[in-house]
């Protein structure tokens, strides 16, 4: 499987992004897929997630209410609408997948995509 993210750039503190993940090369709704960050110096953590159907979103703590996460089976893309964007939301963003239950750790994901930045300016 090849993923491939991209829609980062530079924002200012309050305004929105959304990043797309793009999946090739194996069927895409069998599996969790998941949106991970890492900032400069900071472990990689767990962001937004969504199960094989859809039909259930998990999102860390920091992200709640401001992030929403969407899968389209049929285009193979995974989204990242990020809302009300923040100095802290600065990181490399990374979209996974694996297959199975959903899962909150970056080593329960099987491939990963190269990851696209996000730069939130005050």
């Known amino acids: 499987v090849q993923l491939q993210a991209s829609g980062g750039g530079l924002v200012q503190a309050g305004d929105s992004l959304r990043l797309s993940c793009a999946a090739s090369g194996r069927t895409f709704s069998g599996y969790s897929m998941s949106w991970f960050r890492q900032g400069p110096g900071k472990e990689r953590e767990f962001v937004a997630g969504i199960t094989r159907s859809g039909g259930r979103t998990y999102y860390g703590d920091s992200v709640e209410g401001r992030f929403t996460v969407s899968r389209d089976n049929a285009k193979n893309t995974l989204y990242l609408q990020m809302n009300s964007l923040k100095p802290e939301d600065t990181a490399v963003y990374f979209c996974?997948?694996?297959?199975?239950?959903?899962?909150?750790?970056?080593?329960?994901?099987?491939?990963w995509g190269q990851g696209t930045q996000v730069t939130v300016s005050s």
């Open positions: 996974a997948l694996r297959y199975g239950v959903f899962a909150f750790r970056p080593v329960q994901y099987y491939f």
